[in-house]
């Protein structure tokens, strides 16, 4: 897990004045609304004797703990312990690790680490949820693997004509090449486009408009924000029809994922289109879903002559290369990936080195 970024971990719309508990980073925290409709996020965890927050209630802007009824304030001081008699004082370790919470974009960031509000990365920006004539839906789905390898799934382009030959991925089935791409750096993100045709036929509500044929050919671009953001746009032939997937992959566990999406779709934006939409989203990422849980080593290695590279693979290794670098700036709580064995006494460097030429030479033939 990384330190020191803001994680997209609920829809905006689940979080009441009731207590909810949410299960991420290996930590249960409790997210509630307050009089004023604004969002706290607190350690699901009353340090008197380790009761679950979530199961209490809001009292006024304050949560009460359901087991001694210890009452805290939002920035987790607590005001009051009810066995108590008045003269007693409140221990000043009666209090509650507090957590920064903003809304965006129909959901609830919550920033994990120990930057100043100045230093810390920024949320992802997705203006066009807030852009007239776009729709949005909404869905999720859990996955037994870990985050890391959801995360560079969504951003991978060469899987596609294979895992998905029976949806989104029928139309380059027979031409499965990628061609060359440049991958665009931001400090904590990157993003590539690539050009590729549209699936063979499209069905349902959208068939009668991009089934059209149009000599522009369909623009992909994928973009990742760490830590655990996806975004994958399709920039259809067809006037300005565009598509936006955005994707928060919160890391539950070291073995559980759970995946919060957003489509976006600036055409038939009436909601009887909505359906259509969340089950093509769900339908890919089913797909995904066997073969990302099977992958070995679980979590994506920490150096990348770990694991092979081609071109195809830029922004995967941008990925690598930026997480490597959160972990060489001490924000990983992660265990140590073993290194894999090499052939013939070969080191990680070498193999590393061989890599390096190998995609220069594929570059130049």
Not at 31 to 38: A, D, E
Not at 50 to 66: F, K, M, Q, T
Not at 196 to 224: C, D, E, H, M, Y
Not at 280 to 302: C, G
């Amino acid at each position: 897990m990384l330190t020191n970024f803001w994680y997209a971990c609920e829809f905006s719309s689940t979080i009441t004045n009731k207590p909810k508990q949410l299960t991420m980073l290996n930590l249960e925290f409790v997210l509630y609304r307050n009089s004023q409709g604004k969002v706290f996020a607190l350690l699901d965890r009353c340090p008197h004797r380790g009761a679950s927050l979530s199961n209490g209630w809001v009292e006024g802007d304050c949560i009460r703990c359901p087991y001694h009824g210890w009452k805290y304030q939002a920035d987790g001081t607590c005001i009051e312990i009810p066995a108590n008699q008045p003269s007693v004082p409140i221990p000043k370790k009666a209090r509650l690790n507090t957590y920064p919470v903003q809304e965006k974009y129909g959901f609830i960031w919550l920033f994990w680490g120990d930057l100043p509000e100045k230093e810390r990365p920024p949320i992802p920006s997705l203006p066009e949820f807030d852009t007239l004539g776009w729709r949005s839906v909404y869905g999720e789905l859990q996955w037994n693997a870990h985050y890391t390898r959801v995360l560079e799934n969504a951003i991978d382009i060469s899987h596609v004509p294979f895992i998905h030959h029976n949806s989104i991925g029928s139309g380059i089935t027979q031409q499965p090449s990628i061609e060359e791409y440049d991958v665009r750096l931001g400090e904590w993100s990157a993003s590539a486009t690539i050009t590729a045709n549209q699936p063979k036929k499209i069905r349902g509500f959208w068939k009668t408009i991009l089934n059209k044929q149009n000599s522009r050919p369909l623009k992909v671009t994928l973009s990742l924000f760490m830590p655990s953001i996806s975004r994958l746009e399709f920039d259809f032939p067809i006037g300005d029809f565009r598509i936006i997937l955005f994707i928060a992959h919160i890391p539950i566990d070291d073995n559980t994922t759970l995946t919060k999406w957003i489509v976006l779709r600036n055409f038939i934006t009436l909601p009887f289109a909505d359906q259509d939409a969340r089950k093509r989203a769900l339908k890919t990422m089913l797909e995904d879903k066997p073969i990302i849980e099977s992958q070995i080593p679980k979590v994506v290695p920490n150096h990348l002559a770990d694991e092979l590279h081609v071109p195809s693979d830029n922004l995967s290794i941008a990925y690598r290369k930026l997480r490597k670098k959160c972990l060489d700036m001490g924000w990983g709580k992660e265990s140590d990936v073993p290194t894999q064995d090499y052939a013939d006494g070969q080191t990680s460097t070498d193999f590393l080195y061989q890599q390096i030429h190998e995609i220069a030479t594929l570059g130049n033939s």
